[in-house]
């Protein structure tokens, strides 16, 4: 008998049956908790997954299949010129609305493409920290000044925390850098501006199907996109059926009939499906199932096939880490969203004490709660515009801003499991850091 497996075992056991036996059911605090975690995962999984991580894997996809390795070498590889690589990088965020979770399957593609660590950490966190969209909100809730360090802060961070994370762990970039001078990529299959237009169409779609609401007050350029953003993903979403069909050489017959179910799947949401937020859910829904199902049974080229298979790949990987981040999320720190705010087992009186004033543990309280917190995209700012009616001081409102989006439970979990545990706590603690200096800075000038 193996004596060391059998006392793992007892030890579960017991620990499992101890958990279950002071179940803390009579305590209100620890009920709230779990009404906090359901909401959050019910939100979760109505407002994000859907909308946003299901084309973000399809978009990964894209990138492991179709964007050739030779192309991701030439602007992310270890032996890019630097300015290149870092600029492509923290402009790629400005481009994508997308929080800290939709980023990662993008992340992950470009990092098991052959990106340096470098550009591929400035890339993971210029995705959710320096999105235009976030940007303007801030500066108009918030405060010009707010808006201004946060852009700055944001490229600046994915700048250096890229530079800082590619110096700590050189010898390893040394070794990938020496292992790509002997890579020669094969020919392009077709010709660039086709795989671009591919990619950037679904891009578009991802971005303008989660185009956030408007100001009550604005009517400008923002509360447009947003009153007609749905006939913009209509629009976008038949350049996708031409993509399709003259790019990928899928059969026309088959898109034609997922177009098809789609439009009719959206004529079928609005007449029976009472809740209008739950409406777009239908048809991307039916047209990820289609386009899924033409993708697996296409024979004509396997490469499509392939671009299903490595979406699913993602999935797999990614979700149930998210899940699990979610969960522990939302019993930790509670659910906050729209008009919803709901405490988890750690109060949000405390939280909001810890972050009165500007001292430097203010803010570094500010950014390593934040680093853990889940933001969906922009959801940030209403949050923090709460908190600091509530006392909270500036410095932390930004160190807030700039570890929070970036960060979180679910996306350190996940990114664990490509880096590894060091290089993950590595990046963590250089977010958490700069954004407690950045902080402490700005609190004391303002």
Request: aromatic letters at 12%; glycine letters at 8%.
């Amino acid at each position: 008998m193996d004596t060391k497996k059998e006392l793992k075992i007892l030890f579960w056991i017991i620990a499992v049956f101890a958990a279950v036996f002071f179940l803390p059911l009579d305590s209100v605090r620890f009920q709230t908790a779990v009404e906090a975690t359901l909401d959050l995962a019910k939100w979760y999984a109505r407002e994000h997954v859907v909308l946003c991580l299901l084309p973000a894997f399809f978009i990964a996809g894209v990138i492991a299949v179709f964007v050739s390795q030779g192309s991701v070498l030439k602007y992310f590889g270890a032996n890019a010129k630097k300015w290149l690589s870092y600029t492509v990088a923290a402009v790629s965020g400005g481009i994508l609305a997308v929080c800290s979770c939709t980023i990662l399957p993008l992340f992950t593609s470009i990092y098991k493409r052959g990106a340096g660590l470098g550009p591929a950490i400035a890339f993971l966190y210029s995705g959710p920290a320096i999105s235009i969209l976030s940007i303007i909100l801030t500066a108009r809730i918030l405060g010009f000044e707010m808006g201004v360090a946060r852009i700055i802060g944001a490229v600046l961070f994915s700048v250096v925390i890229g530079l800082a994370m590619s110096f700590i762990f050189r010898k390893e970039e040394k070794a990938k850098k020496e292992d790509q001078m002997n890579i020669v990529p094969p020919p392009e299959k077709r010709p660039m501006w086709q795989t671009s237009f591919h990619f950037f169409t679904l891009v578009l779609i991802l971005v303008f199907a989660n185009w956030g609401a408007p100001a009550a007050s604005d009517t400008g350029l923002w509360y447009g996109i947003f009153t007609y953003k749905w006939y913009i993903v209509g629009v976008l979403s038949l350049l996708l059926c031409w993509s399709l069909v003259r790019i990928l050489k899928l059969r026309v017959l088959w898109v034609a009939l997922g177009a098809l179910a789609t439009a009719v799947s959206v004529v079928l949401a609005n007449l029976f499906i009472n809740q209008a937020k739950l409406v777009p859910l239908v048809p991307m829904m039916v047209a990820i199932t289609a386009l899924s199902v033409i993708l697996l049974f296409d024979k004509r080229d396997e490469e499509n096939r392939e671009w299903a298979l490595a979406s699913w790949g993602f999935a797999k990987q990614i979700m149930p880490l998210l899940a699990i981040g979610v969960v522990t999320a939302g019993f930790l720190l509670g659910s906050t969203h729209d008009n919803t705010a709901i405490a988890g087992i750690i109060p949000n009186s405390w939280i909001e004490w810890a972050v009165g004033g500007n001292s430097l543990l203010s803010n570094f309280f500010a950014s390593f709660t934040g680093a853990f917190m889940y933001f969906a995209t922009l959801t940030e700012v209403p949050i923090i515009q709460g908190l600091l009616a509530s006392g909270m001081g500036k410095g932390p409102a930004l160190a807030l801003l700039l570890a929070g989006p970036s960060l979180s439970l679910p996306n350190m979990l996940v990114i664990r499991g490509v880096l590894g545990t060091k290089k993950t706590l590595v990046y963590v603690a250089l977010v958490i850091i700069m954004a407690t200096l950045s902080g402490f800075i700005f609190g004391n000038v303002f």
